[in-house]
């Protein structure tokens, strides 16, 4: 993902990230419609999933962060933060994204969707 295309988003400075842990973003995707995507560091990497936990909707990036992993804050739900994965078979999987730091900043890669910007 190191060359820029129409579905490459420059979301936010590395420093803002990790010192927040976690941060989200509006986008809208074509048959969906307006969600949430999630950037997450664990101290070492950038990763990207939904927002939102299929069991019970909760914010993921409300969750705790343990390693490469996100634990939901509604159930406790493991996901895989490079994959979407849900490790313990709670709930089903959730959309991951390619994230990658260009600079100082997190870029993702978030195909066919659109980035909301709130002013």
């Known amino acids: 993902m190191t060359t820029p295309s129409p579905d490459d988003f420059d979301l936010c400075d590395l420093e803002e990230l990790k010192q927040k842990g976690s941060l989200v973003f509006q986008f809208r995707a074509p048959g969906i419609g307006p969600h949430e995507i999630a950037l997450f560091w664990n101290g070492e990497n950038v990763y990207s999933l939904d927002n939102s936990c299929p069991h019970l909707f909760a914010a993921l990036a409300s969750g705790r962060i343990e390693g490469r992993t ?26 991951a994204y390619k994230a990658e730091v260009r600079g ?3 870029w993702v890669h978030a195909p066919g969707e659109e980035h909301i910007i709130k002013s």
Do not use: M, Y
């Open 104 to 106: 100082s900043r997190v």
């Open 70 to 95: 996100v634990i939901c804050p509604s159930h406790a739900a493991v996901f895989d933060l490079a994959t979407g994965e849900c490790l313990d078979r709670f709930a089903e999987d959730t959309e």
